[in-house]
């Protein structure tokens, strides 16, 4: 099993000492499920793997912005890479320190900025040479300084999926590298902005260090190039995008142990602190999320598993074609006979499912599955879609579990919507 914390205890999946049979019998299904231990665990290996260096992690809060989660990183000393003025919300809530939180992204409002100047951020990675006069601007209105990092493009190909791949030249992030120093020369014409350095991240769930070593390079040739034009380069924010196991028949991602290797082989003697924006790295093991059979139905020559849990629960596998592993939560008999079944769920979507053609012990109606590896970009994208109630959220660690977010109502669903006054029920 890719995760370190689920494991057949008695009868039943355990993450760490606490029954996921149990939990279903007392909050009911579908819901997430965290480890703290393997939170912990994930934070402390990238931790030590960077030890060598001066630097700090930010929790990319896009990847799982619960508050219980961010916390869980803040109290061992992270800060938060975040992308909205509600992420920074979310991070000051949870016990990061603002000078900690590192703010990315391509389009930041101005009211978004000012809230972040006024917080007293670590830094705004910066996009566009208009975002640079907004936070100019805003700085000096509230008489304060902005750091900010030139987010560059360095034109690599992370090969990883279509969609979560980030650094090439026809991406709309970053700016690419022949803009990037007239773009420094008017930091340092600007009032109230600071140049600390530049930022990069070329893609999420990448499964070989060669596309971080490539861009890695152009990254420190372009600190010397700046250096040398008489420009101080104090700061590198080298993104995430470390791959995890989610296949645990596929190939292995790069060691966390490699990687800093890698950033220590290139960084090393730059004289520079590195931040890094692991996300999906931190958490994506640590959570499984939890559902029930509905029925079984054959046709056609497939045997269906109609789950309640939904793709408004867990997008990745219709937005991404992502797979991910599916137990049983009965411990399956080793010799036992075994079906392919298709794990969808209820949404009227043809997208709608969670695995096609998985081998699992006969599934009978009111059986619990696991889907597994589901901490990173489940709930955080989860919907109301079909007018679903989002779904329960617990978290364990040891014997203990807590339930950090119950699950909606459906008065939920409707509790902020107004009907307009001309609007009329006919008799």
């Known amino acids: 099993m890719p995760g370190n914390s689920l494991r057949y205890r008695h009868q039943h999946l355990h993450l760490e000492d606490v029954s996921l049979y149990d939990l279903a019998q007392q909050y009911g299904t579908p819901f997430y499920v965290y480890s703290t231990a393997e939170l912990r665990r994930t934070y402390q290996a990238m931790e030590d793997a960077l030890s060598a260096l001066p630097h700090l992690i930010c929790f990319a809060v896009k990847a799982n ?69 907004m936070i100019s601007q805003s700085a000096s209105e509230l008489g304060l300084q902005a750091n900010v990092a030139l987010r560059v493009n360095p034109d690599v190909n992370a090969e990883t999926h279509e969609k979560i791949t980030t650094g090439r030249y026809e991406d709309k992030f970053g700016i690419h590298l022949p ?82 290797d890698l950033v220590y082989e290139i960084f090393a003697d730059l004289d520079v602190h590195l931040v890094f924006e692991p996300g999906r790295s931190l958490v994506a093991n640590a959570g499984v999320l939890v559902t029930e059979v509905i029925l079984i139905k054959q046709s056609g020559g497939y045997t269906y598993a109609v789950v309640d849990a939904a793709m408004n629960d867990l997008m990745r596998v219709a937005l991404y074609d992502a797979y991910h ?30 695995g096609r053609a998985r081998i699992l012990p006969p599934l009978s109606e009111g059986d ?21 109630p989002l779904v329960a959220e617990v978290m364990v660690s040891g014997n203990d579990a807590s339930l950090i977010r119950p699950r909606s109502s459906y008065e939920d669903l409707f509790a902020l919507e107004s009907i307009p006054e001309w609007l009329r029920v006919i008799a």
């Not at 939560?329 to 209820?346: C, L």
């Open 325 to 354: 592993d599916i137990l049983p939560v009965q411990r399956p008999r080793s010799k036992g006979e075994r079906h392919h079944y298709d794990i969808v769920g209820p949404v009227c979507e043809s997208s709608d499912v969670f």
């Open 179 to 260: 803009e990037v120093m007239p773009l420094v020369e008017k930091i340092h014409r600007l009032p109230n902005i600071t140049f600390t350095g530049y930022s990069m991240h070329i893609g999420s769930q990448l499964t070989s260090l060669e596309p971080f070593r490539e861009a890695f390079v152009r990254l420190r040739q372009l600190t010397q190039d700046t250096r040398k034009q008489g420009f101080a380069v104090t700061r590198l924010d080298l993104g995430g995008g470390l791959g995890v196991v989610y296949n645990p028949t596929g190939s292995l991602p790069p060691t966390i142990e490699s990687y800093g």
């Open 368 to 388: 619990l599955l696991v889907i597994d590896t589901a901490g990173a970009y489940g709930s955080s994208m989860s919907s109301q879609y079909n007018s679903r």
């Open 65 to 133: 912005s619960h508050s219980a989660v961010i916390r869980s990183f803040a109290e061992l000393g992270a800060g938060a890479d975040v992308v909205s003025e509600g992420e920074i919300r979310r991070a000051i809530h949870a016990g990061v320190a603002p000078e900690k939180i590192v703010y990315s992204g391509v389009g930041k409002k101005p009211t978004e900025i000012r809230y972040a100047l006024a917080q007293g951020i670590l830094q705004f990675n910066v996009e566009a040479e208009r975002e640079i006069e």
